[in-house]
């Protein structure tokens, strides 16, 4: 219940910011600027149950050469307004939760095949989560507001996984976690990246409903589902009452 109160009350709060999504791609995460901080709106699926957005993306472009079969993906992007920024000003991205891996029934620290998912900027940067890591732990480029760019910034990253330079990247769900900041402003909340690999659209959906908080209209549901359950233990439990015997007239016969 707490979780669904501080849902409530960010939808609340940066429903209140003025902002409108004219400028922005459909799907981008949008980056606005709210009491000088970075805050991300739009284009998420989810709140994560620890609290942070969940944006969605797909592994679905093959790679190969070189012996390395990969699979890329470059969304969803970064977005903002026009006159968002002044010039000068500098998006970085750094992780913060390592590689995860959906295998079917839970969130693992455990990939079947040593993937790795590497993130990859327009300077060739390169940031490699693994169960077990993030190289390098620092904050890498993610744009900067030139001149002529109006003051937005929209950029897309290349996500890719491998799994040891040779085997091809298990079917399933791979999450990381990103946080941005900026020369010019505070630092965004934590969310998370969830990539499909393979899987149909209701099983990929599946692995992000289980890190999710459930929607309001569950919450409804579940309610209303225990006051029915509890009504019926009541009523169960309340004696019943007995069947009066009625006594018949006695007859006697001549």
Do not use: C
């Amino acid at each position: 219940m707490k979780q669904l109160i501080a849902a409530v009350a960010g939808v609340l709060a940066f429903s209140s910011a003025a902002w409108s999504q004219d400028n922005v791609h459909e799907g981008d995460i949008q980056v606005v600027i709210n009491a000088d901080t970075l805050t991300l709106l739009g284009g998420h699926e989810d709140l994560s149950k620890d609290g942070y957005r969940i944006f969605e993306g797909e592994l679905g472009t093959f790679l190969s050469g070189g012996g390395n079969p990969r699979w890329k993906g470059d969304e969803p992007g970064l977005d903002t307004e026009n006159h968002t920024f002044t010039t000068g000003t500098q998006l970085f991205y750094s992780g913060w939760s390592n590689l995860s891996f959906w295998n079917g029934s839970q969130w693992a620290s455990v990939v079947p095949n040593g993937e790795v998912l590497t993130i990859e900027n327009e300077s060739e940067d390169l940031t490699v989560l693994s169960p077990s890591s993030i190289t390098p732990p620092g904050a890498a480029l993610l744009g900067t507001v030139g001149a002529l760019d109006n003051g937005k910034v929209h950029e897309h990253l290349d996500f890719v996984v491998d799994a040891n330079g040779t085997t091809v990247p298990a079917v399933g769900a791979y999450r990381i976690g990103l946080f941005l900041s900026s020369n010019n402003y505070g630092r965004s909340d934590n969310f998370y990246l969830v990539f499909n690999r393979g899987l149909s659209e209701g099983a990929f959906e599946g692995a992000v409903q289980a890190m999710a908080v459930p929607e309001p209209e569950t919450y409804a549901l579940m309610v209303l589902g225990l006051l029915a359950v509890g009504f019926s233990v009541r009523r169960h439990r309340q004696p019943q009452p007995q069947p009066q015997s009625q006594s018949l007239p006695l007859v006697f016969e001549n």
